[in-house]
């Protein structure tokens, strides 16, 4: 008797080398997809940690021509002026720190992008107290030119931006504090733990 036709049985041993073949390149995909993923997220945060450290290196060289102006100064301005015209700035800080921070969003954990939201915070109202100087400064300026002013409102607006310059640098110091404080936050959980997908939680509140 002849043998039972072996026709799906020839079917599949042809079929197997092109499935294991599929199933490899596959998984090859997979796993550099994978590893190009992780890749990129390293490579986020590590670019967040070090915008983090450079805004406060800029953070402490705007503070330094700021804090060093008094009222008594010559100038008789007071911290204000030395705010409005301070040669680092920090506004370009800001925006360097929100398109990093909004880059590398899906990597952090809620620790580290709690305290990249406050380090961001602190410099966005930082920013306010400068931009405020800029524009008490101008009027000041404005008045100071203009022929229909008498001498007493122009040294009444020159009191007003002594006093506020003095109001101005206190708080832009105590938000200085809060960004050292988150910025150190965020570091410290960057450089102490290994880099993980961000919880279920954290994702969705998002």
Known sequence: MDPAPMGPL???????????????TQLTLVVRSSLENRKTRRFLRADLATEARESLRGLDLFL???NGADVTDVNQLGPGLA???????????????????KE???????????AASTLKGAFRLIIGY??????????LQNATISPGISDDAVELR????????????????DHADKARTAASLMLKGMDDQEL???DSATAAGR
Do not use: H, M
């Not at 020839?10 to 490899?24: G, M, N, Q, Y």
């Not at 590398?104 to 709690?114: M, N, R, W």
């Open 196 to 198: 993980e997908a961000p």
């Open 10 to 24: 020839k079917s599949l041993e042809t079929a197997l080398p092109v499935l294991i073949v599929a199933v490899v």
């Open 158 to 173: 020159r009191q007003i931006f002594r006093d506020f310059g003095v109001e101005a640098r206190q708080q832009i110091n």
């Open 83 to 101: 705010i409005a015209i301070a040669p680092i700035q920090c506004k370009e800080e800001y925006v360097r720190r929100s398109a990093s921070i």
């Open 64 to 66: 330094a021509s700021c």
């Open 130 to 139: 400068t931009e405020a100087c800029n524009n008490y400064f101008l009027i």
């Open 104 to 114: 590398a969003l899906p990597t952090l954990s809620k620790q580290e992008f709690k």
